[in-house]
């Protein structure tokens, strides 16, 4: 994460900075990403170029590229996907992004809780053939406008806001070969732009520090979810889709304690059939897309076929969090028994420091640090 842009001698970066300020949607922020991810990803099918230096840019290009508005659009449905669809997060009661995000998932057969994939583009791109042009309108009409008023704040001065449209594409038409607006509207029908122009300008800047301005606009975004996320752990994490988790070491050690202690195995907690050290999965008792870490105490061995069908679903409490709890504490004395110290870093949080803690203290401090995490996750739909 960046918190600040990168220089430019020969682009002003205030109005840019402005431009993600004080805001009651996540459009800007969005808006900003995807433009920013289209242009580099259509100047790499070009070029082969992801990047480039100052030294090795011999110059902008001399037509600026052109970007249609349904394609941006799409493009932040894709990126909002994750937080909203995988890790329902809230963008806030004002924003539709996020509503249209939820009307695409639940037209689907609601089994995508995918990542970016090929897949959820596709669902996207088949909803925007069947849709009426009316249903995203709103945001064309308006954002791609909004975004560039601080680099024209001295000529909108006193217009009202049925004129400012009309003067924002006015003057980012005229400015677009100075470079100081980042894109011109073009193809402009009953007020919505059908695409806009990258300025060659602000085009040779993203190319220059892709990475730092993505950082950049990921850093506003972060605080703009948290302002409306505020229970949520990991937040930061939640932006986009996860890499891959690897429980190997967690595993090595439950392998151990099944083999020594539980050879026969132990019945599985959703299903109350064997589990056995030879064949099993950890499954998170509070799902892994909520918490985001894969803490001993909220792991617990399961069979794979109740592990994939649980998913990111909470366990009934009542029916499990006893078993649940006798088995951590059982993991827990075995780990001291063995002095197994990455298990026990973990499980200081709730021990405290007590080495002689009764299966009745653990399981109390397992709860109090668990049911508020339960319940919130419960209160976003898991």
Request: charged share 20%; glycine share 4%; with cysteine.
């Amino acid at each position: 994460m960046y918190t600040s842009l990168p220089h430019d001698d020969h682009l002003d970066i205030t109005p840019l900075q402005r431009a993600l300020g004080s805001t009651a949607t996540s459009y800007k922020y969005y808006w900003l990403w995807a433009i920013i991810e289209l242009t580099l990803e259509r100047r790499h099918a070009e070029t082969g170029i992801v990047a480039e230096s100052p030294v090795a840019y011999g110059g902008h290009h001399a037509i600026g590229l052109e970007l249609k508005t349904d394609d941006i659009l799409q493009r932040m449905l894709l990126l909002a996907w994750t937080p909203i669809v995988r890790y329902r997060l809230s963008l806030g009661s004002q924003d539709q992004l996020g509503s249209i995000v939820m009307r695409i998932f639940n037209d689907s057969d609601q089994q995508v809780r995918f990542y970016r994939t090929a897949e959820v583009q596709q669902l996207i791109a088949d909803w925007f053939r069947r849709s009426q042009r009316s249903e995203y309108q709103d945001f064309l009409r308006y954002v791609p406008y909004r975004f560039l008023t601080p680099y024209f704040a001295e000529q909108l001065k006193g217009l009202t806001d049925s004129h400012k449209n009309r003067r924002i594409a006015e003057l980012s038409s005229n400015d677009s070969g100075s470079g100081t607006a980042p894109y011109s509207l073009l193809n402009i029908q009953s007020g919505i732009p059908g695409s806009i122009r990258i300025a060659p300008a602000f085009e040779h800047y993203l190319r220059r520090s892709p990475q730092v301005i993505i950082g950049w606009v990921k850093y506003h975004l972060l605080e703009y979810l948290q302002r409306r996320n505020s229970s949520i752990p990991a937040l930061v994490h939640k932006l986009e889709p996860a890499q891959n988790r690897d429980l190997t070491a967690e595993r090595s050690h439950w392998i151990a304690y099944l083999t020594q202690v539980h050879p026969d195995g132990i019945p599985d907690l959703y299903s109350n059939a064997t589990v056995t050290h030879a064949a099993f999965d950890l499954d998170h008792y509070i799902p892994w897309s909520f918490v985001q870490h894969n803490e001993f105490w909220n792991l617990i061995p399961s069979l794979s076929t109740e592990n994939r069908s649980k998913s990111d679903c909470l366990p009934d409490w009542d029916a499990t969090f006893a078993p649940f709890a006798d088995q951590q504490y059982q993991f827990y004395r075995w780990c001291r028994q063995h002095n197994r110290s990455k298990p026990l870093e973990a499980y200081t949080l709730l021990t405290r420091g007590d080495d002689a803690i009764t299966a009745n203290g653990f399981t109390s401090r397992l709860q109090e640090h668990a049911r508020p995490l339960y319940e919130i996750a419960r209160e976003y739909g898991y």
